[in-house]
């Protein structure tokens, strides 16, 4: 057993803000209130830190199997524990694409063996994500997939994006879509606009990413099924789910920290500032931050896109998209939007615990027989992230060495410690 002392509960599930202990049985939570007594249970003192449901990441690349090189299960689950994520959902762009319960079920099975979190896949919608053929969609569920997905690219048209929808609809499963239009994307490295001019850069235009988000919102109409719209950058984007919203549609979305944060005017020649969708304008950032605060946005999600060393280190052109993002999530998080009073503490902990619990349709909450699963972190702790120290294989970040107020203290995963600062 696990005592969990004196911290500052924070519960979105059930609107607790108050000063309790939790103590953790196993692999589940037994009791919570003021003062428990547990004479044999291990003791964390939690005086003057939060304590949450375990933070969950809808959006990330483990690279295992086929690219182990730049990041595998095990050291990318432990970069997800030190960024205080209990579950993560990996992306189906691996090698081979998981695109069949045979691949699903090998992810599945390292996770049992080597990850320090719980390892959610996501299936690719069509089959090697080639936007042709369906996936083995309901097989995959069978094998453990929560979500489908083609990221990396869009689910490649209409017509197939209304097939993934519905069978999607009838086995339960949310659709993720990378909202992107190919023809207007075509060889862009950022955001188009004053900044890639003065760069010298070839610009995506911020309507590669609302044409397929318009799309998407208008098929999700047509069949009723759920609709995530991952990675979300621009302010067209969040006016369309806001409009679903408002029409009742099962649509939610997510965005990164690097979006809330950064915008085209940090972009300079060097590839950690080049990733998918591109950095995005002054204004469309403000647009996130007023949609994570109003509640439109229901999700922040790292998109955690390990690359090793050498295949960042060359041209900007050249460069493959993609930041790491685990190890940085919260403390973004809590210097970008929390501290400068943009959204409540309570708001930052509902969009990485039941915002992304409600997107998967699952419970995400502090309450006895409720998993073990549980993220303790400071909003005061100083700190620096120093990226030669990170848990991934890789490296590529815009972050490094970025001065920090607050960040992860204690990982909790089925009861067991998966990280603690010490
Ligand atoms: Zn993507
Ligand atoms: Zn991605």
């Not at 081979?96 to 320090?116: L, Y």
């Not at 979300?232 to 969040?238: D, H, V, Y």
């Not at 080049?274 to 647009?287: C, F, I, T, V």
């Not at 120290?389 to 960040?407: C, I, L, M, Q, W």
Request: proline share 5%; net charge negative; charged share 25%.
């Amino acid at each position: 057993m696990l005592l969990i002392r004196n911290g500052r509960v924070l519960d979105p599930a059930s609107n607790t803000d108050a000063l309790l202990d939790v103590l953790l049985d196993g692999e589940r939570i037994s009791r919570i209130g003021a003062n428990l007594s547990a004479p044999d249970a291990e003791i964390l003192d939690a005086a003057g830190l939060v304590v949450a449901p375990g933070f969950i990441d809808l959006h990330c690349h483990l690279r295992e199997p086929g690219q182990e090189l730049s990041e595998t299960i095990e050291t990318g689950t432990r970069a997800a524990a030190r960024g205080g994520f209990t579950a993560v959902c990996c992306m189906p762009n691996t090698l081979p694409v998981n695109d069949n319960a045979s691949v699903t079920r090998g992810i599945v099975e390292r996770a049992a063996a080597n990850s320090s979190v719980r390892v959610w896949p996501i299936g690719a919608a069509s089959i090697g994500s080639k936007g042709e053929a369906l996936a083995e969609i309901a097989a995959m569920k069978s094998a453990g997939i929560v979500g489908v997905s083609d990221d990396g690219k869009p689910v490649a048209t209409a017509r197939l994006m209304r097939q993934v929808m519905d069978y999607c609809n009838a086995l339960g499963l949310p659709v993720i879509d990378h909202c992107e239009d190919p023809s207007l994307f075509a060889g862009g490295v950022m955001r188009e606009g004053r900044h890639s001019l003065r760069l010298g850069l070839k610009g995506i235009p911020a309507e590669s990413e609302s044409i397929c988000v318009g799309r998407d919102v208008e098929v999700a109409g047509l069949t009723g099924a759920r609709l995530h719209i991952a990675h979300m950058s621009t302010k067209r984007s969040l006016e369309y789910v806001r409009m679903a919203k408002k029409l009742g549609l099962r649509v939610t979305c997510e965005v990164t920290p690097h979006h809330f944060t950064l915008t085209d005017e940090d972009v300079r020649y060097d590839s950690h500032y080049k990733m998918n969708p591109p950095l995005a304008s002054r204004e469309d950032r403000e647009a996130l931050i007023a949609g994570l605060a109003d509640g439109s946005i229901d999700a922040i999600a790292t998109d955690h896109a390990p690359h090793h060393p050498a295949s960042k280190d060359v041209e900007f052109d050249r460069a493959p998209f993609g930041i790491t993002g685990f190890e940085t999530a919260l403390a973004l998080a809590l210097s970008e939007l929390v501290h400068p009073g943009r959204i409540s503490l309570m708001q930052l902990v509902e969009l990485f615990t039941t915002g992304p619990a409600r997107v998967l349709g699952i419970e995400r909450k502090i309450a006895p027989n409720q998993l073990a699963d549980v993220t303790v972190f400071s909003t005061e702790r100083p700190w620096t992230f120093q990226a030669a120290e990170s848990a991934s294989k890789s490296r590529n970040t815009p972050f490094d060495g970025r001065v920090f107020r607050g960040g992860p203290v204690a990982t909790l995963v089925a009861g067991r410690l998966a990280y603690k600062h010490s």
